[in-house]
């Protein structure tokens, strides 16, 4: 019973807090979602990276992904989201509690040769970003950052 009352009043915040994301004419102000992931200073046959976009601009709303391997682009896409998507991609990120996060700047202390990944999350004037290393997935504290990384990863563009 309580759960259900927790998820009631998680969907109750995300649906007014996405009515605050849209200006009086019913258009969604700017809102960015960036994941960026590099596999660091590695040689350049076993390079990688991802980037993935998704925002709202006064053209309409939009994902977008891109995927190196070797230097080469290997997956290159944007498409066009609907409203429904669009709200139903945000709402999964309140409940996933990407709220909580503040926004952090790169560590000053950094390991040579190792690729800092960031997530940051654009919601008009409000700013939320986060780094973190590929191997620190697994540890516990890091498992609220894991989910929200891993429901990003998994949007299907």
């Known amino acids: 019973m309580l ?3 927790l998820q009631v009043s998680i969907q109750a915040e995300s649906k007014s807090d996405l009515l605050r994301l849209k200006n009086s004419t ?11 992931e590099t ?11 991802l980037l993935i976009q998704i ?3 006064k053209y309409g709303l939009f994902a ?15 498409k066009r989201l609907t409203e429904k998507r669009f709200e139903e991609i945000l709402s999964k990120l309140y409940e996933l509690g ?13 390991m040579l040769g190792v690729s800092y990944n960031s997530v940051e999350l654009i919601l008009d004037a409000e700013k939320h970003h986060f780094f973190y290393l590929h191997q620190d997935l697994g540890k ?5 950052k894991k989910a ?3 429901y990003i990863r998994g949007i299907k563009i």
Do not use: C
């Open 3 to 5: 759960s259900l009352l």
């Open 26 to 36: 019913g258009f969604w102000k700017p809102i960015q979602i960036t994941l960026i």
């Open 39 to 49: 596999s660091g200073s590695v040689s350049p046959e076993n390079r990688s990276s």
């Open 55 to 57: 925002e709202s601009t």
């Open 64 to 78: 977008y992904r891109k995927e190196t391997r070797a230097d080469e682009v290997t997956f290159h896409k944007k």
């Open 98 to 110: 990407f709220k909580s996060f503040p926004y952090e700047s790169l560590p000053k202390t950094q």
């Open 140 to 144: 516990k504290n890091m498992k609220s």
């Open 148 to 150: 929200i990384i891993e």
